[in-house]
């Protein structure tokens, strides 16, 4: 999904960079309050407050409501779209 | 455990305090939780089967993850939740030493067990094909109980359990 919306912003699909989160320490240092995280420059694709780091499933809400494991494409090309400008 | 399998007995106390286990009716056992966006995405789908077969069919929702590592998934939370709700048309079951998960060899959440009236196991996976399709309406599971209920085995007997891992304790 993510690599999709990288090739439909004109941007490499393979600059994608895997972190591995493995340890509760890892996830306190990267601020990382679930799986999937996607940051485009740092910045997260669909920022959340409040949330508590740990080694967890992420929960997503699509434009439409419904919930996912995965952002909504929308909001990672938007995201793109941002980090470009 | 495989279909055609006797299933495990099991007790396990819900958010309301009482206490839930096998016992002769035909039985959905779904092992879900609170945090997992899979288990939350089919949850409404599965409380509509409750619904749907109340009076036919009991549906056990089973909480099996390990709380410390995963707090939303305590039995505080599950109680939380449901009283938010204003209650489920299914008791919310808390595993809490992971014993009944570990039986049925419960692989993510959810993961549906159907179970007939005597105790043997005739479908496992996941409730339909499409965690992102509500209009899905848990056909899987549906179809298993009906062909439960009708004294045939199920067409589809087995499909893979989607979801995330059960949060085993280290």
């Known amino acids: 999904m993510l690599r999709e919306a990288l090739a439909q912003e004109g941007m490499d699909p393979d600059s994608v960079e895997l972190v591995e989160i493995a340890t509760e320490g890892d996830a306190e240092r990267q601020a990382f309050v679930g799986s999937p995280t996607i940051r485009i420059g740092g910045v997260e694709v669909a920022p959340v407050k409040d949330e508590p780091a740990g080694l967890t499933c992420r929960v997503y809400r699509l434009r439409d409501g419904r919930i996912s494991p995965t952002p909504d494409p929308q909001d990672i090309r938007d995201a793109i779209k941002e980090a470009m400008s | ?170």
């Open chain 2, 1 to 170: 455990m495989n279909i055609g399998d006797a299933a495990p007995s099991f007790e396990l106390p819900a958010t309301d305090g009482s206490s839930h286990g096998l016992d002769g009716q035909p039985t959905a056992v779904v092992f879900t939780c609170n945090h997992c966006p899979y288990a939350l995405a089919w949850h409404n789908r599965l409380l509509d089967v409750a619904r749907d077969y109340d009076g036919r069919v009991r549906v056990l929702l089973i909480n099996p993850n390990d709380a410390d590592s995963h707090p939303r998934d305590s039995a505080d939370a599950m109680r939380e939740r449901v009283e938010v709700d204003g209650g489920w048309p299914a008791p919310y079951l808390r595993d809490e030493s992971q014993s009944v998960a570990r039986d049925y060899g419960a692989k993510t959440t959810p993961d549906v067990f159907v179970i007939d009236a005597g105790g043997v196991l005739r479908y496992r996976g996941a409730p339909d094909a499409d965690y992102e399709d509500p209009s899905q309406d848990a056909a899987w599971l549906r179809d298993a109980l009906d062909a439960v209920l009708e004294g045939r085995e199920p067409e589809r007997a087995e499909t893979e359990p989607v979801g995330c891992s059960v949060k085993w304790s280290r």
